[in-house]
């Protein structure tokens, strides 16, 4: 079963798109991550119309190819729709309407021909000013229909240029501009008194887009069983994976590493958990056996050149400064490349090692432990210790003492942090709760 997924705002309220998509999820205008945590796959559709820009970040481009590469369609109209579909018609989004086509052939180029201000989602998201494009549309229509003379039109248009998009206004244009016959500001007034969208160029955009999306979805319901609906295979162009794209991804799984970052600070097994999870990614076997692991990891090494050939183990001594003079060769070069695994972009593989805290017996313990954190952090703010106040060194003692441990950097790589400035990033939030709280022991391998 596919789903719609709608961002609009002023463009068209959440009534307006639900009385043409029922069946849709709707959402308020599209901002930067918003894409990244949506769970759209194979066979979904998002249709972009509205979308923030000035009062936080704007939908990044590589954020709509990642969604087209799940192999979701995505569409845009209206307002940033429009322009983002212009940008990436030629990677596989799907652009639609007057806006769109003004873009796309060149006639429009700035970001502020769709600009306005409206309210908050909350409250509908009204529009209170009007975009430049509307305005643009609107008079060339006038012109049309012999309302209004073009001579008309470059000075209501000047005006409307040179009004910032914030204080835009059919009021303020009118007022702006000089020698504007009364019978063609009159023509204009009584145009914008009726319903926006039998003015508005961004609302018709956006109610053919839904309606075209309706028909789609009627066309989706149609199919018979025997005849179910291929999945829709990816578009555009692959995304290349880099720093900006995983720290997104990361920021939209904030949940799950945070659950990670406690199991890493507080469960005393978790380095067992962390060895043999990047023992698994690093080999591409699943077993359960370390010693297996840790083999085949170093004969890995070994083949790919990591490593001397034949019998030495070879093992970076950065890494393994700490090693016990008991280890084989070959648990020294496995924990030796533990230590160091990193995904692409020189990143530690927090997707993979949250996914693995999740699966683990004693999970549900760390989501009860977050709230007294949290809880206790609150407090502490209430009262004047925000945390911003904790040092990177206190943060440092207390998970020295937590893990038993007078050697920082061992523990912290054995624990999946890339370095003390990882820990600080991540873990700054458990300070208060270890110095003050003194939490139980914890495990997360055990039922």
């Not at 991550?33 to 509205?50: E, F, Q, S, W, Y």
């Not at 890995?300 to 001397?308: H, V």
């Not at 070069?333 to 990193?342: G, I, K, T």
């Not at 060194?393 to 523990?411: I, K, V």
């Amino acid at each position: 079963m596919s789903t719609t997924y709608v961002f609009a705002g002023p463009s068209l309220d959440a009534d307006a798109v639900r009385a043409l998509l029922p069946d849709a999820v709707v959402l308020p205008p599209v901002r930067h991550g918003d894409l990244t945590a949506l769970p759209a796959g194979p066979g979904d559709r998002v249709a972009l119309i509205d979308g923030q820009f000035f009062q936080s970040a704007s939908v990044r481009h590589k954020e709509i190819c990642e969604v087209l590469a799940r192999g979701a369609a995505v569409y845009g109209a209206a307002s940033m729709g429009a322009l983002r579909a212009a940008e990436l018609d030629r990677h596989g989004m799907t652009g639609s309407g007057v806006v769109y086509r003004l873009y796309a052939s060149g006639l429009l180029d700035r970001d502020d021909e769709v600009a306005l201000v409206h309210t908050e989602a909350d409250d509908g998201s009204r529009a209170l000013t009007v975009a430049l494009v509307s305005v643009r549309v609107a008079l060339r229509r006038l012109v049309r229909r012999a309302r209004i003379t073009p001579e008309d039109e470059a000075r209501l248009l000047a005006a409307a240029e040179e009004l910032h998009f914030t204080a835009r206004t059919w009021r303020g244009v009118l007022q702006r501009a000089e020698g504007v016959s009364r019978a063609a500001a009159e023509a204009v007034r009584e145009t914008v008194a009726g319903p926006r969208e039998s003015w508005d160029v961004k609302a018709q955009d956006a109610r053919a887009l839904l309606a075209r999306l309706a028909r789609l979805a009627r066309t989706d319901g149609a199919r018979t069983p025997a005849a179910p609906a291929a999945p829709a295979a990816p578009v555009g162009v692959p995304v290349p994976v880099t720093v900006h794209v995983e720290h997104w991804r990361r920021a939209a799984a904030a949940e799950s590493i945070a659950l990670l970052t406690a199991a890493q600070v507080y469960a005393d097994d978790y380095p067992e958990l962390h060895h043999r999870t990047v023992l698994r990614l690093i080999t591409g076997e699943r077993g359960e056996d370390v010693r297996v692991l840790e083999r085949r990891a170093a004969e890995a090494a070994r083949e790919r050149g990591l490593l001397p050939a034949g019998g030495e183990a070879g093992a970076p001594a950065h890494w393994v400064a700490d090693r016990d003079p008991a280890a084989t060769d070959d648990a020294a070069v496995a924990r030796a490349l533990v230590r160091s695994y990193r995904w692409s972009c020189g990143l530690a593989p927090l997707p993979a090692l949250a996914e693995a805290v999740l699966a683990a017996p004693g999970a549900d313990r760390l989501r009860g432990l977050l709230a007294e954190v949290d809880l206790l952090n609150a407090r502490l703010a209430e009262g004047g210790y925000p945390l911003r106040r904790v040092s990177p060194t206190a943060l440092q003692r207390h998970c020295m003492r937590r893990w038993n441990t007078t050697a920082l950097l061992p523990s912290l790589y054995d624990r999946g942090f890339t370095g003390p400035d990882d820990l600080d990033a991540r873990a700054r939030r458990f300070a208060p709760h270890l110095g003050l709280a003194e939490p139980p022991r914890l495990r997360l391998l055990d039922a």
